[in-house]
């Protein structure tokens, strides 16, 4: 919560351009910097036209939920947890705190990610997301 209020006072002072400019590099491994660059300015790119209003609004949101970690503990529904090595949003850690609370969870490791490991090893994840939609339908 004092991340995302701190995060807020940022956007309000120096805006959402500048707040994305800041945050997105954070959001990727460390790789080579031509790798590297490459998608933090294609994700900057495509932030370039969140309004100020609405990022602030989403701050505001994901301060104010609810915990809901008892979805986790009460679900009877397999779980997936892709967490990234080099993830600074959701450390290993904390990640690590919630694979236990499903009765059923399926949890792997990307080693060259960070919070993005949806863009950054694109093929690894979608062959998990496949394996875990096989093993659902069995």
Known sequence: IATRKKGTEFIIKNGAVQFFNTSIPNLYAPKTKEERSALIEQHKRASERFKKAALIAYYESMIKRPDRTNVLK?????????????????????????????????????????HMGMIEEVEKVNSLLNEYLVNLSQ
């Open 74 to 114: 009460n679900t009877n529904v397999p779980v997936l947890f892709i967490l990234g090595r080099y993830d600074t949003a959701i450390p290993i850690q904390d990640g690590l705190k919630q694979v236990h609370m499903p009765k059923q969870a399926f949890v792997y490791l990307l080693e060259n990610s960070g």
